[in-house]
């Protein structure tokens, strides 16, 4: 299958998220796959220029060295707010270019932009693939252009062939949004048991970073929000003195300055540690490293509400227990009884790694997290996730026959889209 992906964050930069995983495991299954993406990191990535020219990246691959996918990155004004302007229109450009010289068989898309990528799929009848990792309207920046985002998700509900969400509570969402309950379907994420596994050692990064055997190590990756919950962390620490906690953390994003800066002013340099950005080859070897995993974030954050970081997968894989806020999707997706504890609060997450090492249940939660993560692999979740695309196909090649116009045939009225009339 010829698959084009189009997406409004950075492909290249990003941390490895779902559509990475999926579309290098399909482009080593033999399908071709091309993503058009937007570089939402030039402000402190991007080079010092008020334009970017269109530039196209050949055999990209960030999880697996023989995967070769094709990024297309659209040019765009770099001047804050017109960058996400710039970014619409060049995206549906380049959307359109590749439509005509691409001739992709599915087309997939993620957060806002998959407005234009539907009605593109709509115009030139091709299958249109609609997955939710989470409410990219409430990920924009620009609080006043949230309801503008809530409607634009809205309309591209009914341009969709196919509805996916990445979890069950970011499901139930989509079809209070509108999406029809009996053809919205989850696919969740998975793990990679060949470089998640519980042999991996983390005796090198320990001692990389000063780590000492008694040290209880808690650990954070990914990408750090401001309501990421990671200050409250770390003041928590600041204020004990003696504590045998360690917080490593890896990453980059918009709360590194702030953690930084507590780092500096509390002195905690051997406390917690900031490891920056890291190849994700190199993130088992860090879990491993680790204790405690934690998902800090502020439970209030509408953000957070419906969505399950893969992340949290891959801590589980390690035999790691996790300390998450008590996030609906979170809960909904792992219950109380599989390596997940909660907090009310950021600030908990110390008093309840102190709860978890006092009681000698490291271990066991341990167990209990690794038991619940073997039902998941990319393998399995690849395999169901191509199987729906082929469905998508089949059902195109079913009514319109192989060598039929199947733009007739949508116009003839006898043939939808999944859930809406054409």
Known sequence: MKILIVQNTDWLNRNPGQQHHLAEMLSRRGHEIRVIDFE???????RRELHSKREIFRNVSKIHHDAKVTVIRPSIAKVPILDYISMMLSHWKEVRRQIREFRPEIILSFGIVAYLAGKAARKNRIPFVYYWIDVSHRLIPFKFLRPVGWVVERRTLRLASEILAINEKLR??????????????????????????LHIRGDEIRKQYGLKEQDVVLFFMGWLYNFSGLEE?????????????RLLIVGEGDAYARLRQIQEHHNLKDTMILAGKRPYSEIPKFIAASDICLLPA????????????IKIYEYMAMGKPVISSRLPGVLKEFGEDNGVVYINRPEDAISKATEIIDSNSLKQLGRKARSFAEKYSWDHVTSEFESILKEKLEDVKGICGEDSNRQDMFSKGKLTYSGFTS
């Open 40 to 46: 939402i990191t030039w402000r402190t990535h991007g």
């Open 172 to 197: 139930e969402y989509v079809v209070g949004l509108g999406a029809p309950s009996k053809e919205t379907r989850v696919l969740k994420a998975g793990i990679d048991f060949d470089q998640f596994n």
């Open 233 to 245: 962390v770390a003041l928590r620490l600041a204020r004990n003195e003696n504590s045998r906690f």
């Open 298 to 309: 502020y439970p209030d954050e509408k953000i957070m509400q419906d969505i399950v970081p």
